[in-house]
């Protein structure tokens, strides 16, 4: 079988396990009550809010954006879109008004599903966006629902029992060419819609399984297997689920027939976050590098006792350096058995590589293992041989999107074909060590071009999270008469009373060559990553080059 739908593989879990969990919103720190939802309720909500979206005027295909925080809802919604064969589309809920005209028009979106937050803002775009036409309001407290807007819990509610069915047919019929629409900002430009084909999001989520299923036999051959292969895994994406992280972790859970935990808080918070994986025992969680990571090893440290973490199996990391101390640094909480896992991947390309550390090995910071279907590609677009000290991009075969939405040029710079294979090549740069590693250098839309030299911020960054003072850094190229570019670091400081610019500098200086050594050091009270841990590369380079004009002035 080579059309793989979502929405079937979910049904045969629900149909299979009516009543185990499915998913849960939960306050550790004791604010708001939980909210538990097993198999049988969510798919029965998700009946009720496909149903609405095509009473309301949804056709194939049509976009329908999820505009939400962690919650129920998100996964929820989306199901709802597989169900009836809409294609989902995540809107980051940190986006201006500007920016959400631009996402949803790009999108065609006819349905906006959000939290009642939003509302005011909404408001005073909703006569710029005329092609959507239903609006469903999730009810988190802020105020009432307006009078445009149909309340969640009315959708979700509209077929109760559904005759016992925890099925949905649509007027159409699924297809594994079905869409997942992933927005991605990247590090520069607008938002990009990548095209992601169910079945092909199916294999890469199977292929990623430790004991995969056997697919010979369709759907109906999967039931079988259930009993013997489903891990009924408590998963925990700590990270926005409008980003590919937190979405695929949560929908890869699901997969496995488990229970997907969604936070209260709506800002990363490392005790709620411990005291979660204490309660409810959680076994997969999806951080964002260093930025989740230390102030969770910071709480341990302070509180020696408090957190049992003996639950979790696997701990995946992607969109932000993890470094090989606070790894190292984690583990020492952790069982013999569970493992971190660096994932190098993008919106475009996922398997691009990865780096498993385990209590008798912590992974070297931005070290990896090519994917199954990944290389690194030169100019010419021959694969680069191990060792050969060649600078090319990471290339992803196999299982990958269709291009962008609507956008034709992007999609042909960034989706290629040599040498018969199509690839994703988003922009990674790295070399191929000896061993079969890649050594990772960074994306290229940021390489900064210093006197003809080429440097990568993240190689820099690298080395100025190891100094003592840093807490985080990032590295932009500010105009230099001269160089052209001068590398100058805006840094977050850990303990402002070890911090002296000069010996920062001499510190990259020890570690890498001269010219990749920032010239400036600029000390901000945060570097500003947003919820992926993605920093606005821009808008730091912008402050930075005001604030030397200001110094020089």
Not at 226 to 248: A, I, K, Q, W, Y
Not at 250 to 257: K, T
Not at 400 to 417: C, H, N, Q, R, V
Request: proline content about 5%.
């Amino acid at each position: 079988m080579s059309d793989w739908h979502h929405a079937d593989i979910l049904e045969a879990i629900a149909e299979h396990q009516p009543d185990a969990p499915a998913q849960a919103f939960v306050d550790p720190l004791g604010g708001a009550s939980s909210r538990r939802y097993s198999q049988a309720e969510m798919h029965r909500r998700a009946n009720g809010v496909a149903a609405t979206l095509i009473e309301r005027g949804a056709k194939h295909q049509d976009k329908v954006a999820q505009y939400l925080y962690n919650a129920p809802e998100y996964m929820e919604s989306v199901l709802a879109c597989f169900k009836a064969s809409l294609a989902p589309v995540n809107t980051n809920y940190r986006y201006v008004e500007g920016e959400l005209l631009y996402l949803w028009d790009n999108a065609d979106v006819v349905a906006v599903i959000f939290h009642g937050a939003f509302a005011s803002r909404i408001e005073a775009l909703r006569p710029k966006v005329p092609s959507i036409h239903t609006w469903l309001w999730v009810d988190d407290g802020s105020g009432p629902c307006p009078e445009w807007a149909i309340p969640y819990e009315e959708a979700a509610e509209s077929l109760p029992g559904s005759g016992g069915s925890l099925t949905f047919e649509a007027p159409w019929p699924r297809s594994g060419d079905d869409l997942w629409l992933l927005y991605t900002g990247g590090t520069t430009g607008m938002p990009k819609g990548v095209m992601w084909r169910l079945d092909d999001l199916w294999h890469i989520s199977n292929d990623g399984r430790l004991d995969p299923f056997d697919l010979s036999g369709g759907v109906e051959g999967l039931k079988p297997q259930f009993d013997e292969l489903l891990m009924r895994r408590v998963s925990l994406p700590s990270c926005p689920l409008m980003h590919g992280t937190g979405f695929l972790t949560a929908l890869g859970g699901m997969l496995n027939g488990g229970c997907v935990i969604t936070l209260a808080n709506r800002r990363f918070d490392a005790t709620a976050t411990l005291e979660a994986i204490t309660r409810e025992g959680i076994n997969a969680m999806a951080i964002v590098g260093d930025a989740f990571a230390r102030p969770m090893v910071r709480a341990l440290e302070e509180e020696p006792g408090r957190f049992d973490l003996k639950s979790l199996e696997v701990v995946v990391s992607s969109g932000a350096m993890w470094s090989a101390e606070v790894k190292r640094a984690f583990l020492r909480y952790c069982q013999e058995e569970t493992i971190l896992t660096d994932s190098l991947g993008s919106s475009e390309s996922i398997g691009m590589g990865r780096s498993d550390s385990t209590a008798g090995e912590a992974s070297e910071t931005a070290s990896f293992v090519l994917g199954d279907n990944a290389c690194v590609l030169d100019d010419d677009g021959n694969k680069v041989e191990p060792g050969a000290g060649v600078l090319g991009r990471i290339a992803v075969s196999g299982h990958i999107p269709l291009g962008y939405y609507k956008d034709p040029e992007k999609t042909a710079a960034t989706f290629i074909e040599t040498g018969g294979v199509r690839y994703s090549l988003p922009g990674d740069y790295a070399t191929v060590e000896a061993d079969g590693s890649l050594k990772l250098y960074g994306r290229g839309s940021v390489c900064i071009n210093s006197g003809g030299e080429k440097i990568f911020p993240e190689e820099v960054e690298e080395v100025l999270k190891t100094h003592p003072s840093v807490r985080d850094a990032v590295c932009v190229g500010v105009p230099h008469e001269r160089f052209g570019q001068a590398v100058t670091a805006v840094v977050e400081l850990d303990d402002p009373g070890r911090f002296s610019e000069p010996d920062v500098i001499g510190w990259v200086k020890r570690e890498l060559a001269s010219y990749k050594a920032p010239k400036r050091v600029l000390v901000r009270d945060s570097v500003g990553r947003a919820a992926n841990g993605k920093a606005d590369y821009n808008g730091l380079r912008d402050w930075a080059a005001g604030e030397l004009a200001a110094q020089e002035a």
